[in-house]
């Protein structure tokens, strides 16, 4: 994507926001001169992804900077294509090529020619969210395909732009030639009358500024216009700043950290689209600007409803496939022959933790329990494995982190994220980390 011929500036600055001294050990944002490089637009969307990830951690999201580096990837992509296609206007003879995707995509990406169609734009925008979701696993996840992609949706939102704008050029031309002969028509009478109401009259004080201000209306239409289409662009600019501002507010209560940055970015992306879609027919008659302002705020409506759907489905499913992946974990250490109380220190919950690690600071408390209560009678928990009964010793100070840390502990903890258990609640508790155990490895 480097050293392509075109306008664009080869000593052309694009700079990045200041980064905080953790970001920069992700990837250290330097200044871009000329057309960006693949590495340099790689390493702005890895700072994205981090930003992103740490906005659930209470004190660490900046909206502002997020939305820093948004615009900074946005700078880097129209560096990209003004290198790559010009930006010229004839949309039409500028062939669009997608990156070659790896075999576990199930998204067939064409090259397009001209402007994309709607389908085109699905399947682009299909495949960027398939591949994210692949960020859980760094081994089938390729950063700089990643960034191909990000960069071919841009080159097809580009193309689209270029294509309304361009079409809407003839009817603002022939607006324009319309009104100047208008004015021309009107204007010449009017100055007739105006000589004539000069030349038949003595009195130089009423009826000669009666003729001036008769003239001055006369000639006043057509400026009127351009004056409302301005003001009502200025309306669409101002509504869509809002919309910006909204869609910030809500990533920052949202606090989700998962691939909502690129997903935040592909939503800004299609708002941007849309709303130039709405500015450029603005040119048209002052009377559509209200039509215009209506559809404007019907689309951020729209799009503020939809904005959490994609985000919760896709959290659902990760939930889904922890489940499933904590299901066979279990399915394997209870297959294994002559297991022991040994068992109960290899289960995994849904974060993948273990016995062992439930308190870092305490790893060897965990560890010695048989041998450190072997004695307590009053601690013991009943488990079935191999079809044969034992006794793992739980403590009662230690109740509260078994249930939290296998999320058992619905109506036995204060809450949901607390080891604390609730007053006479041992029994009950034991038996629950019974039947769990059992159900493992029995």
Not at 120 to 142: C, G, H, N, W
Not at 307 to 318: A, M, R, T
Request: hydrophobic share 35%; with cysteine.
């Amino acid at each position: 994507m480097v050293d392509h011929p075109g306008w664009y500036p080869p000593g052309q600055i694009c700079y990045p926001p200041v980064l905080p001294e953790n970001f920069k050990n992700v990837h250290d944002l330097r200044p871009i001169v000329g057309v960006p490089s693949d590495e340099e637009v790689i390493g702005i969307h890895a700072v994205m992804h981090a930003a992103n990830r740490v906005s659930g951690v209470p004190g660490m999201h900046d909206p502002g900077f997020f939305m820093k580096l948004a615009d900074h990837l946005f700078n880097a992509q129209m560096g990209i294509e003004a290198g790559t296609h010009l930006l010229h206007f004839r949309v039409k003879d500028a062939i669009y090529t997608p990156p070659t995707l790896p075999s576990h995509i199930p998204v067939d990406l064409k090259a397009v020619s001209g402007a994309p169609s709607d389908d085109e734009m699905t399947k682009v925008q299909d495949a960027i969210q398939t591949y994210q979701e692949l960020r859980r696993i760094p081994s089938m996840f390729d950063a700089h395909i990643n960034m191909e992609l990000s960069q071919h949706l841009f080159d097809l939102q580009m193309a689209r732009h270029m294509r309304i704008a361009g079409e809407s050029l003839p009817s603002l031309a022939a607006q324009t030639t319309a009104g100047l002969e208008s004015h021309d028509r009107i204007a010449e009478p009017a100055r007739n009358t105006a000589q004539e109401l000069v030349t038949a009259t003595n009195n130089a004080g009423t009826g000669g500024n009666a003729a001036g201000a008769h003239l001055d209306q006369t000639l006043q239409p057509v400026p009127s216009i351009v004056h409302e289409m301005v003001e009502q662009s200025s309306q669409l600019t101002e509504r869509f700043n809002q919309v910006l501002e909204r869609l910030t507010q809500l990533a920052e209560r949202s606090h989700q950290p998962t691939e909502r940055s690129d997903r935040l970015t592909e939503r800004f992306n299609l708002l941007f689209e849309r709303f130039n879609q709405l500015v450029e027919q603005s040119n048209q008659p002052a009377h559509r600007a209200n039509e215009l302002a209506e559809r404007s705020n019907e689309l951020a409506d729209r799009l503020m409803e939809q904005l959490n759907k994609p985000v919760e489905k896709i959290g659902d499913l990760l939930k889904n496939i922890n489940g499933v992946l904590v299901g066979i974990q279990h399915a394997i250490v209870r297959n294994h022959k002559a297991n022991t109380l040994n068992a109960v220190e290899s289960l995994v919950n849904e974060k993948g933790e273990t016995l062992i690690g439930m308190h870092k600071k305490f790893q060897n408390d965990v560890k010695y329990f048989l041998e450190l209560y072997k004695d307590e009678t009053d601690d013991r928990v009943p488990i079935v494995i191999d079809s044969g009964w034992h006794h793992y010793c739980v403590p009662n100070e230690w109740l509260g982190d078994f249930l939290h840390l296998y999320g058992i502990g619905d109506g036995l903890c204060i809450d949901a994220t607390s080891t604390i258990l609730l007053p006479h609640k041992e029994t009950e508790a034991r038996r629950r980390l019974q039947d769990y155990f059992s159900a493992c490895l029995g």
